[in-house]
């Protein structure tokens, strides 16, 4: 049964990094699944530093909306990221029980391999209360997103100024 190792933390806390150090100690065949859109010359930039920051062996999807789809035995995954994720299906109009139903498919996909997953998030609901009803929205559902996935890891890690909390589990295999 495949395993689910979810490193969650604030934006720029190293969660990205500590994943490919991860996945660089201990799987060999490593396929990065990148979620970003590169919609301005801004998000092109980072998007270019974090493949830079990935060995080249490693094979890349560049997926925005059927990520639960690239799943498949023989391979070790980093999905990166779930709330970039999330918001591109709230985009593309989908609602909250729809992309519940898009996380669970997911993880039943990851848990019917014998591969790993290492599925990273921003946590965005230590702020303040956002001013309009899309952004509340968007904290609200991935609050819920992320207690479904803590509960179904069998690892999870907080990522705080670069140092990893393990919360939940033992070792990673």
């Given amino acids: 049964m495949g395993k689910i190792i979810f490193i969650t933390g604030p934006v720029r806390s190293g969660k990205s990094r500590f994943a490919v150090k991860i996945a660089k100690e201990?799987?060999?065949?490593?396929?990065?699944?990148a979620t970003g859109k590169p919609i301005d010359d801004e998000m092109k930039e980072r998007i270019k530093k974090h493949k830079e920051s990935r060995p080249k062996e490693w094979k890349?999807?560049?997926?925005?909306?059927?990520i639960e789809n690239f799943i498949k035995n023989g391979?070790?995954?980093?999905?990166?990221?779930?709330?970039?994720w999330i918001t591109n299906l709230i985009v593309n109009g989908y609602k909250e029980k729809e992309i519940i139903r898009k996380v669970e498919k997911l993880i039943e996909n990851i848990r019917k391999t014998n591969s790993s997953a290492i599925i990273i998030?921003?946590?965005v609901g230590w702020g303040i209360v956002p001013e309009n009803k899309l952004a509340r929205d968007f904290r609200d559902i991935i609050g819920?997103?992320?207690?479904?996935i803590v509960e179904k890891?069998?690892?999870?890690?907080?990522?705080?100024?670069?140092?990893?909390?393990k919360l939940k589990g033992g070792e990673i295999e």
Avoid at 26 to 33: A, D, L, P, S, T
Avoid at 75 to 84: F, G, K, P, Q, V
Avoid at 144 to 148: A, E, F, K, T, W
């Fill in 26 to 33: 201990k799987f060999k065949n490593v396929v990065f699944i």
């Fill in 60 to 66: 890349t999807i560049e997926e925005e909306i059927d």
């Fill in 75 to 84: 391979n070790a995954y980093i999905i990166d990221c779930l709330t970039t």
């Fill in 121 to 123: 998030s921003n946590e």
């Fill in 144 to 148: 819920n997103i992320h207690q479904i």
């Fill in 153 to 165: 890891s069998d690892i999870f890690y907080l990522i705080v100024a670069g140092v990893p909390l």
